[in-house]
C-alpha cells in the first residue's frame, strides 16, 4: 500500500479538507501497514523480505549488502571467503579475532601473564604496536606492569615504553636500547635545610650481547654520589666512568690492565655470575661533562659464557641536587 495523505485543507475550517474519520482512516491504515511488517527485518527467506526491500535481488554466497551512494541497496562480493580467510571454525574457547597487521588471526583472552588473565603484556604490546598504529613513527605505547626486571621486554624494541616492576617498587623507561630507572619522590634532593636523603638502586640493562662483547650504558643517578655496590644479574666486568670521553678513551684496554689515577675511572668490578660487589670503602662518583648532568657512563662486557642482556645495578647514595 502507498502512504496515504491526510488533505488539511487550504486554510483552517475552509471545508476543504479530509473528515476527521477519513483522515484518522488513513493514520491507522498507515499505522497497520507499519507494524504490519514493513520493518520486520526477521524473515525466513529474502523473498519473504518487506516491500521496502522489494528492489533487493537474492545475494551470492559470502555477499553482503551495501549501497552505492546514491540509494541502490545491492548485494556485492567481499573479495574473500569469510569463513575460511578469518579461520572462523578454528577459534578455541575465550579466544578474540586480532588484526596481525597483514590478516586478521584468533588471539587467546586467558592466561595471560597480567593479574586476572586478559592478553599476555607482551602481547598487547606488540598489538597496539603493529605497523597499523605506527603514526610515522611515533607509536602508541604504554605503561605496564612485570613482576622483576628480568620480564621487562627488549628495551631497543619498545623504545619510550614506560613499565612498572613490581619487585624494585619503581618506575622505567626504554631509551637508546636499555630501560632507565625514573627518579623516586624520595630520590629528588631539596635546597638547604631538607633532610638527608636515602640510599638508592640505579638500574641498567643492555642489550642482548655475544659473550665477551662489551655495550657502553647510562645509567640515570646523580651529578655526584657515593657508590656502595654494583650488582650484575650475570658474569660481567662493568666500568664506571666520570664522563664519556673517559669511557672512549678506556675502551681498549684489556681487563687486566689497571687504568691510570686520571683516567676517569670511577671504579670497576668482574662478576661471577649474579653477584654483588660492595665498595669498601665506598667510592666517591660525580659526573664531569662540561654541563654535568645524571648520567652515569658506564662499560659492560658480557662474562657470562652464552648471549643474553646483562642488568646492572648500581647502589647510590646522592650527594649533589
Known sequence: MAKQIVNTGLADNDGTGDPL??????????????????????????TDKPTILSFVSDGANNQVLTTNGDGTITFQDVGFDIDSELNVSTAANNQVLAWSGTDFEWVNNSGGSGSGGGLSNNAIIDLVTSAD????GNKVL????????????NAGTYHG??????????????????WVELANAADVGGGGGSSLQSRAD??????????????????TGFKGYALLSITTDKAAW?????NGASRTADASRLETADPSPDAGV???????????????PSAMGFNMEATPTTTIPCAVTNKSGS???????????????
Open 142 to 153: 604504554f605503561g605496564n606492569v612485570y613482576s622483576t626486571l628480568g620480564d621487562l621486554p
Open 202 to 219: 640505579k638500574v641498567g640493562t643492555t642489550p642482548s650481547l655475544a659473550n665477551d662483547a662489551t655495550n657502553n650504558l647510562d645509567i
Open 161 to 178: 615504553m614506560f613499565a612498572h616492576v613490581h619487585a624494585t617498587g619503581k618506575g622505567y623507561f626504554a631509551h637508546s636500547g636499555s
Open 266 to 280: 670511577i671504579a670497576e668490578v668482574i662478576t661471577t655470575g649474579a653477584e654483588t660487589v660492595l665498595m669498601s
Open 307 to 321: 648471549a643474553g642482556t646483562v642488568v646492572v645495578t648500581l647502589n647510590v647514595l646522592q650527594l649533589e641536587a
Open 133 to 136: 598504529l605506527d603514526m610515522s
Open 238 to 242: 662493568v666500568r664506571i666512568y666520570s
Open 21 to 46: 474519520r477519513n483522515a484518522f482512516i488513513k493514520v491507522n491504515q498507515n499505522f497497520t501497514e507499519l507494524y504490519d511488517g514493513q520493518f520486520d527485518l526477521s524473515y525466513n527467506t529474502l
